[in-house]
């Protein structure tokens, strides 16, 4: 086969065409998965708001909240209950991280990939090239 430069540049568009997709796809599909942790992190926090309302309610009913009452039970519930506030928004936070984290990763592979196969592309090309100059050489020579 003789060498051909538009086989080889069709080639490459085609590994070009095929990253941007996937690109563009992984992308989306990032943003949409940080509106949605956006969403259900704010959905988390006003779930909070009942919780803390229904505690103090609670309490109140029992005569062990008001501003003349230093309840240790009512702080004592009120700490737990920030506390573990702090530990669900952590986690979910979290999750959105590695969530985040796996996108770029496979950001990162499919540039490797990409990089890799433009590499074997232009491998390809100069091997074809010094085989068509070999079988030059070879006719001049006539061998």
């Not at 796809?25 to 969403?39: E, K, L, M, P, W």
């Not at 928004?89 to 499919?110: H, M």
């Amino acid at each position: 086969m003789a060498y051909n430069p538009a086989l080889y540049e069709a080639q490459r568009r085609a590994l070009l065409n095929n990253y941007t997709a996937q690109q563009g796809v992984s992308d989306y599909a990032n943003f949409i998965s940080n509106q949605r942790g956006a969403r259900g992190l704010r959905d988390l926090n006003e779930s909070f708001t009942p919780q803390r309302r229904q505690i103090e309610s609670t309490f109140g009913r029992r005569g062990l909240r008001s501003p003349q009452v230093k309840s240790g039970a009512f702080r004592r519930a009120m700490i737990d209950f920030g506390k573990k506030q702090i530990r669900d928004v952590a986690d979910y936070q979290r999750n959105l991280d590695e969530a985040n984290q796996q996108y770029g990763l496979g950001t990162t592979q499919r540039g490797t990939q990409y990089q890799q196969d433009l590499v074997d592309i232009e491998r390809d090309k100069a091997n074809q090239i010094n085989n068509d100059a070999m079988a030059i050489w070879q006719m001049r020579m006539g061998v």
